[in-house]
């Protein structure tokens, strides 16, 4: 099978939708499959690519210094680009440019055209539009993403709850729940002691990790606050944050607000294979507080490296935590929440036990079965639209009224 992924984002962007493009990539072309991804180009992405990847001019985005914004004339361009390649399917990953552009490329080629809903936009929109008001901004999130998922054959999401949130909205095209998974090979080895060493952190220091984009709608203001009654308890107790992202100056200033400087570190990216698989092997506790996550599958890899979780459960993170391995699960508390935590930091037996359990819990969500899934997910798509294309003319593409 031949796919085309269309994406608004790709690494060297980090972030949940370049890891699942990736990580379904690799899945899909060991299994035999066939897979290109259009993307934005980036200042710092010379040279990183793997064949496969196809680069369209951008443009900066203002106030957002990590995204680009594919041109529409580069866009226009993507046929004579492909060099005559064959493709049987469409496969939108974000809903900007690349979704307009996925389905004038699936009408002019006469293929199916299916996507992915990532983002959990209705939660999401009021972080970066902070002039406009919420209940507004919610009102277009739901109108937006209806009216794209019903221009498309089918829809991907990550979780029974954003498939209940997409039915809610009127979506009607065919929609199917599809977690991306982990590569588990790719989360073995890691050296908690030689990070710890690194960064100068002594090695019996209690240690709460976050991993992911620092971003506004992560909820990293609640582990702040969290953290300060955590500190009453574990006075030397340290929060380390592992990523970039739009709310740092935010929460720089709220650790000093707090009085934090000495119980919160953050130290940007880290390379996904090698530091940061220290990073989290160096944790006692990986702490996540995320309430519009489509997956959370940072939750599945800190199980996957034996660190024990403790997050709140909502949205896409119910279906992980739902099965309580590996994990406990806090309210959105700040009090209670650092109960959870300092039960474990008052307990090793209890940690191991989850370190455990998390990693045999993890093992269960291997993305190569996850993979043949979206596979046969195509081949329905395909040959039902194989059928509509030979009793009438397709019209599936055209833009609702």
């Known amino acids: 099978m031949r796919i085309l992924y269309l994406s608004d984002v ?9 890891t699942s493009i990736r990580t379904f990539r690799r899945e899909l072309q060991d299994l035999g499959h066939q897979v290109v991804v259009a993307a934005p180009e980036y200042p710092q992405a010379v040279g990183i690519d793997e064949a496969g990847i196809l680069r369209i001019r951008a443009r900066g985005i203002p106030l957002d210094p990590e995204d680009r914004l594919m041109r529409g004339d580069a866009l226009r361009e993507l046929p004579a680009r492909l060099n005559g390649l064959k493709f049987d399917i469409v496969h939108i990953q974000t809903p900007f440019a690349a979704h307009y552009a996925g389905l004038r490329l699936a009408r002019e080629l006469r293929l199916p055209c299916v996507a992915t809903y990532h983002t959990f936009f209705e939660e999401y929109l009021y972080h970066y539009v902070p002039f406009a008001p919420r209940a507004l901004m919610r009102c277009f999130a739901r109108e937006f993403s209806r009216r794209q998922g019903n221009q498309v054959n089918a829809l991907v999401v990550p979780s029974r709850a954003m498939l209940a949130a997409l039915t809610a909205y009127g979506v009607r095209s065919p929609m199917t729940v599809l977690p ?9 080895g890691g050296d908690g002691a030689a990070f710890r060493r690194t960064h100068g952190i002594a090695a019996d220091r209690p240690m709460l990790v976050h991993v992911g984009r620092v971003a506004f ?12 009654q955590v500190r009453s308890r574990h006075p030397d107790v340290l929060l380390l944050i592992a990523g970039e992202g739009p709310a740092l100056p935010h929460l720089q200033s709220l650790v000093r607000r707090l009085q934090l400087d000495a119980n919160v570190r953050f130290v940007g990216y880290l390379d996904r294979a090698t530091t940061l698989l220290d ?9 996540f507080a995320s309430r519009t996550e489509t997956q959370g599958l ?5 199980m996957a490296l034996g660190v024990p979780v403790v997050a709140i ?7 992980i935590l739902d099965a309580g391995k590996g994990a406990v699960v806090a309210p959105l508390s700040e009090s209670t929440y650092a109960d959870a935590v300092c039960d474990l930091l008052d307990s090793p ?53």
């Open 180 to 188: 991306t998974g982990i590569r588990l090979k790719e989360l073995a």
């Open 279 to 287: 990073c989290f092997r160096a944790g006692d506790v990986f702490v």
């Open 10 to 18: 790709y690494f060297p962007r980090v972030n949940g939708v370049s």
């Open 298 to 302: 940072v939750l599945l890899e800190a």
């Open 349 to 401: 037996s209890e940690r191991r036990r989850l370190s455990i359990e998390g990693m045999q819990y993890a093992a269960e969500w291997d993305a190569t079965q996850q993979a043949r899934r979206l596979a046969d997910i195509y081949s329905r798509v395909i040959a039902a639209h194989g059928e509509a294309f030979r009793g009438k003319a397709n019209s599936r593409f055209l833009p609702e009224n």
């Open 217 to 228: 709608e992560k909820n990293i203001d609640f582990l702040l606050r969290m953290l300060v």
């Open 313 to 319: 459960a909502e949205m896409g993170t119910i279906d």
